[in-house]
């Protein structure tokens, strides 16, 4: 450890010792302008046989008990060290020098469990139910489904679980050591938030640690710390699952990525069904989320699709508008027919609107004929002239055919006015 770090560590130890009850606040919100403190901190909790190790623990204890938010957040920023620490020395079999990391983690767990008035917590915890609504769905968005939101309401599906009471520890044991630190974990997750990127950053190294440590992964991860396996337990693994997830959404990708499947490997090795689900759900969810590397600065968050609340209509829905569309591709269709049959070349059908409009229509429904002040479509000479021509050359047709084409076209001019001026209800005619 350096001289310069070792000096700003023993300024740190007598200048809260110093402070009077009053100026308590002001001087835990100004630890965070002391940007060479964590780092110097950091060294001291790495180095298990320094000097400045035993007062350090102490003091941030002292953080801890005097119940200030700041003091206490500062502590736990350092939680995942301290775990990792205490695991390695007890790997070592070297108990000695984890003493006084020991007493604190412990004095955390023993204020931690207890109210203000001294008795013990009992933590609740409310399981979703798919018939009310919260930030992952919406129950309008289930679809039909038989057990619906009225019925499942009115069965009160609510589970509540409870957590605790929890018994005080003096020291720790092969029996409750997982029991503690899967407890402080679950405090530390809860100031997530407030978490500065060193100590995520040290959360994703203590996952991936704990998990490969005498595995063959170790060797792929090149890391030559203890070779010694680690005992974990299944409730250990999701509380880690959980802060790597928090790590994964706010800047730390390459570090949470490599933890999550570490620890996906251990659960899988020791048949974890609990950090198997949580773990391969937040798997599956990084594949359709953007994470962002750079997201070290501005609000903390994880990540969360929401399901839209806005009515959507189905592109297949029956409207007016699809059925008149439909109608008229059918009108185009039906003429399409009628120009390409030989024997009804040069004859115009009459054709019957549904809608009671005169006048030929796109697709759009805009018209194209004009039509007169009654409704009436115009049967101009022109429009007479283009609609009986045939064709121009003289030496197409015999003078047989052309009388009979011309007989033809009138008896369906006079069929077609007559229908116009004697049956409105029925339609006006088209061309």
């Not at 109210?115 to 919260?134: R, W």
């Not at 409870?162 to 405090?187: D, I, K, W």
């Not at 369906?412 to 061309?431: F, L, T």
């Amino acid at each position: 450890m350096l001289a310069m770090d070792q000096g700003v560590v023993e300024e740190w130890l007598s200048e809260f010792k110093t402070l009077p009850d009053s100026a308590i606040s002001t001087y835990a919100a100004s630890l965070k302008d002391k940007g060479s403190l964590i780092p110097a901190l950091y060294k001291v909790i790495r180095e298990n046989y320094s000097d400045l190790l035993e007062p350090v623990c102490h003091q941030l204890f002292e953080f801890y008990r005097s119940g200030v938010p700041q003091l206490q957040r500062f502590t736990l920023q350092f939680l995942p060290e301290l775990l990792w620490s205490l695991l390695s020395v007890s790997a070592a079999r070297d108990p000695h020098t984890s003493g006084c990391i020991e007493a604190l983690l412990l004095g955390i767990y023993n204020l931690e469990i207890v109210d203000k008035d001294g008795q013990s917590k009992i933590l609740s915890f409310t399981i979703p139910s798919l018939s009310k609504p919260t930030v992952y769905h919406e129950p309008s968005a289930i679809g039909s489904m038989a057990l619906t939101e009225g019925a499942l309401a009115d069965h009160g599906l609510r589970r509540v679980v409870y957590s605790g009471p929890h018994l005080q520890r003096e020291n720790f044991t092969a029996q409750n050591r997982f029991e503690v630190l899967t407890f402080l974990l679950l405090c530390y997750n809860a100031a997530l938030s407030y978490m500065t990127p060193t100590s995520l950053q040290s959360l994703c190294q203590l996952s991936s640690r704990v998990s490969i440590c005498g595995y063959p992964r170790q060797q792929m991860r090149r890391y030559k710390g203890i070779s010694t396996r680690l005992t974990v337990t299944s409730e250990f693994l999701v509380q880690l699952i959980t802060g790597i997830h928090y790590a994964l959404s706010n800047g730390e990708v390459d570090l949470g990525s490599k933890a999550l499947d570490d620890v996906l490997y251990r659960a899988q090795l020791e048949l974890f069904p609990e950090a198997l689900l949580v773990g391969n759900a937040i798997k599956s969810s990084l594949h359709s989320a953007a994470l962002k590397s750079n997201n070290k600065e501005g609000a903390r968050s994880i990540q969360v699709e929401i399901t839209p609340t806005a009515s959507r209509i189905s592109r297949n829905a029956v409207t007016s508008l699809s059925i008149r569309g439909h109608r008229w591709k059918r009108h185009e269709t039906q003429e399409v027919s009628v120009d390409g049959d030989p024997a009804l070349v040069g004859v115009a059908v009459p054709e019957i609107s549904v809608t009671g409009a005169g006048g030929e229509r796109m697709a759009n429904g805009d018209s194209l004929r004009p039509r007169a002040a009654d409704g009436r479509a115009y049967l101009d000479g022109d429009a007479m002239a283009a609609s009986s021509e045939v064709s121009t050359d003289p030496r197409s047709h015999d003078s047989g055919g052309r009388s009979q084409e011309v007989r033809r076209q009138k008896s369906v001019r006079r069929m077609v006015e007559n229908e116009g001026s004697g049956s409105a209800s029925a339609g006006r005619s088209q061309y």
